[in-house]
């Protein structure tokens, strides 16, 4: 996440995927920052486990999606088209 924010040029023709735990820097914290700084990125959330409560909070940091691991490759990849194609 950390890594993302020094090098990220925001683009309306974008989509972040990021995973619902990360070390040091979660992905819906770095969804919630990113608001804060005004900018709504489309992002798709992941987890390894179908967790309400982080369901919920992805979504009230405006998540597109929430998808809990394993996922099929193809379904993800229309999902990203959808977002790019929407932007």
């Not at 619902?20 to 608001?35: K, N, R, V």
């Amino acid at each position: 996440a950390e890594n993302f924010l020094k090098e990220f040029t925001y683009s309306s023709n974008s989509c972040l995927l990021v995973e619902a735990e990360m070390p040091d820097f979660t992905g819906i914290q770095l969804m919630e920052y990113l608001l804060q700084k005004g900018q709504d990125i489309p992002t798709i959330v992941m987890a390894n486990i179908s967790d309400l409560p982080t369901a919920v909070r992805a979504m009230q940091a405006n998540a597109v999606d929430f998808i809990v691991k394993p996922y099929i490759e193809q379904v993800l990849l229309r999902k990203v088209e959808n977002i790019l194609q929407r932007n």
